[in-house]
Every structure is written in structure tokens, then in C-alpha cells.
């Protein structure tokens, strides 16, 4: 399969909700592919990113789904992202976002691109009025979107209890 039928194929996916970020996107695709589970796949228990081996994802994966090959630029779109790395003994990468979970694509809208309003150079024509209005409908809706992650944290939390007691008693059982 050629690179462009590739990028045709990734772009088409049906499987992820409306009103998620490409390259948030783009990311967990590149995860459920197993094709190359030898260079990215994801944790054991789907919690993480495990990359294994970073020159071959950054010269065979990365300009499949993305429009680079630097390893650099991917790593600063994670962290746009919310994503940490987290330590690890052997020669890894781990990246991990609580909402990014394996087989979780409902929480894939709730990622959002970290603020870059502090980028930006404010405009000096009267529109700072415009701005501050803007922000106050911005502020309430963070506060929304942080009530929501927060009631899908605690539901994923109690899935994760009632299947952890579920296997508990199964064992029990047995």
C-alpha cells in the first residue's frame, strides 16, 4: 500500500468521535495498527505510549501519519496535549495522558491543545473589551470541560473497580 492510500485510509477512520484533534486522532490510530507493534504499540495494560525504538518511528512511522519525520515535533505536540513522559529502567519512551486510554475513544474529544492565549500578542484597536468578554465565556467553558473530565475520570475509575472486583471474585470462585 502506498504512502498517500495510507494517509487516505487514517484520515477516513469511523471509529473516533467528531470534534477530536488530528493529531490526537492520528495518534491513537497509529496505536491500534499492529502492523508495527514492534516499534509503537501501547502498554500492556493501554494506559501508555510505548515507543521501542525511536529512529525507526521516526523514519517509517512518523511521516505515515504525519507530515514529518521528526521525532522532536512529535514529542512537542504531546505535550501541547497534556501527554507526560514517564521514567522508565529500559530504553523506552513512555508517554501517558489520562484521558488517551486504549479502547477509551469517548474520552478522546476531552483532550484539548494546551492554552496558547500567552502566545499571542493582544491587539491595540479597542477589541481588548471584545477579549475580555471573549475570555469570560472561555473561562466558564473550562469550567465545564474540567466538570466533565472530572465526572469521566470517576466513572472510568469505577469501571476499573468494578472490574477489578469482577475478577476478584471469579477468582474466588475458582
Not at 495518534?27 to 494506559?47: K, R
Not at 514529542?75 to 529500559?90: A, C, E, G, P
Not at 472561555?138 to 476499573?160: C, D, G, P, R, T
Request: with cysteine; glycine share 4%; net charge positive.
Amino acid at each position: 500500500m502506498s504512502l498517500r492510500t495510507r494517509e487516505k485510509t487514517i484520515t477516513k477512520s469511523s471509529f473516533i468521535q467528531e470534534g477530536v484533534a488530528s493529531f490526537i486522532r492520528k495518534t491513537y490510530e497509529l496505536l491500534e495498527e499492529t502492523s508495527h507493534a514492534d516499534i509503537v504499540s501501547w502498554s500492556e495494560d493501554g494506559n501508555f505510549i510505548v515507543i521501542k525504538d525511536i529512529q525507526k518511528f521516526s523514519q517509517r512511522i512518523l511521516p505515515i501519519y504525519f507530515k514529518h519525520n521528526k521525532m522532536n515535533s512529535f514529542v512537542r505536540q504531546l505535550n501541547m496535549y497534556n501527554f507526560r513522559k514517564k521514567r522508565t529502567m529500559n530504553s523506552y519512551h513512555v508517554y501517558f495522558n489520562e484521558l488517551f486510554r486504549k479502547g477509551k475513544t469517548e474520552l478522546l474529544p476531552l483532550i484539548k491543545r494546551k492554552n496558547t492565549e500567552n502566545c499571542s500578542s493582544p491587539q491595540s484597536n479597542g477589541t481588548d473589551q471584545q477579549q475580555g468578554s471573549h475570555s469570560g465565556s472561555m473561562e466558564i467553558s473550562h469550567e465545564v470541560s474540567k466538570f466533565l473530565l472530572y465526572f469521566n475520570l470517576l466513572e472510568l475509575h469505577a469501571q476499573e473497580a468494578e472490574s477489578k472486583s469482577l475478577r476478584k471474585n471469579q477468582l474466588i470462585r475458582s
